[in-house]
C-alpha cells in the first residue's frame, strides 16, 4: 500500500519559515518523480517544485529564491523548505509522487495547511 504523509505545516507569519516533509512507504522512492504542490481556496492546483530523476529540479516562478526542494532517498522522504513567506504561499500543500518515465503510477498525499498572515 502506497503512502505519502506530509508533516511540518503550520501558521506563521510573512518573512517566515517552514519545512514540510513527505514520508514516502510502499514505492521504491527513487524510481519516483516527487514534487509539492498546493491548492489555495478557490484556485486550481499548482506545482510548487518538482525533483525528477533524482537529479533536476524545477521551480514555479512564484517560489524561485525562496523554496528549496530536497529528497533523502535512504529515508525516503522529501523535504520542502519553505523561506521568505508570503501571505499568498497560504495553501494546502500536497506532496506528489509519480513512477517514472511515463508517470503511469501517480499518488498524492492528503495535504497540510500552511497558513501565512501579514
Known amino acids: 500500500q502506497v503512502q505519502l504523509v506530509e508533516s511540518g505545516g503550520g501558521s506563521v507569519q510573512a518573512g517566515g519559515s517552514l519545512r514540510l516533509s513527505c514520508a514516502a512507504s510502499?514505492?521504491?522512492?527513487?524510481?519516483?518523480?516527487m514534487g509539492w504542490y498546493r491548492q489555495a481556496p478557490g484556485k486550481e492546483r499548482e506545482l510548487v517544485a518538482s525533483?525528477?530523476?533524482?537529479?533536476?529540479?524545477n521551480y514555479a516562478d512564484s517560489v524561485k529564491g525562496r523554496f528549496t526542494i530536497s529528497a533523502d532517498n535512504a529515508k525516503k522522504t522529501l523535504y520542502l523548505q519553505m523561506n521568505t513567506l508570503r501571505p499568498e504561499d497560504t495553501a494546502v500543500y500536497y506532496c506528489?509522487?509519480?513512477?517514472?518515465?511515463?508517470?503511469?503510477?501517480?499518488?498524492w498525499g492528503q495535504g497540510t495547511q500552511v497558513t501565512v498572515s501579514s
Open positions: 525533483f525528477s530523476r533524482g537529479v533536476s529540479t
Open positions: 510502499g514505492i521504491t522512492f527513487s524510481l519516483y518523480d
Open positions: 506528489h509522487a509519480a513512477s517514472r518515465p511515463t508517470w503511469v503510477r501517480e499518488y
